[in-house]
């Protein structure tokens, strides 16, 4: 905090209602919102791109019309995000719903593999506390997967 924003403070004739704003900008964190929504043409598009581009604390919007994904940049909250593309566009919308191939231990679980998702990606799983214990792999599944593995040095060997 400056000197002149001490000032401020101390001389404060409009009730720190404009002030008040300002610093709620700043305590706020840059956050990067994923939103699944469906994009049929050009149109659609351009709806669900207009529909943020004027919000409040938005530096950039994306769109991925192949993915049905809307990435929008900014100091905003993903709910008040979502509510907006809900609210202006009238499409259905939701939060991504899918994290890479990679990062989950059993994508071909049930709950985890969705036809639906983009090329190498599969359902946050995690995230799901009804399929969770599913996707991950007890210790009777690890035992039996990791015996003719090559990474272990205790698996069989045939010789």
């Not at 993915?67 to 907006?84: A, F, M, P």
């Not at 599913?134 to 698996?155: C, H, I, Q």
Request: proline share 6%; with cysteine.
């Amino acid at each position: 905090m400056g000197f002149l924003d001490h000032c401020a403070d101390v001389c404060n004739f409009s009730h720190g209602h404009s002030h008040d704003s300002k610093k709620l900008k700043r305590n706020q964190q840059l956050q990067r919102v994923e939103i699944k929504v469906k994009m049929d043409c050009e149109g659609c598009e351009k709806k669900v791109k207009k529909s943020v581009e004027g919000m409040k604390g938005v530096t950039e919007v994306e769109v991925d019309p192949k993915r049905s994904k809307l990435t929008v940049v900014g100091y905003v909250d993903s709910n008040k995000v979502l509510n907006r593309v809900r609210h202006r566009t009238g499409k259905a919308a939701e939060l991504w719903p899918y994290v890479p191939y990679d990062v989950v231990e059993h994508p071909y679980a049930p709950g985890a593999y969705d036809k639906k998702a983009p090329p190498g990606y599969v359902r946050n799983v995690a995230a799901n506390p009804e399929v969770a214990p599913l996707a991950r792999a007890g210790s009777f599944e690890v035992k039996y997967t990791t015996a003719f593995s090559d990474e272990n040095p205790n698996a069989c060997v045939l010789m």
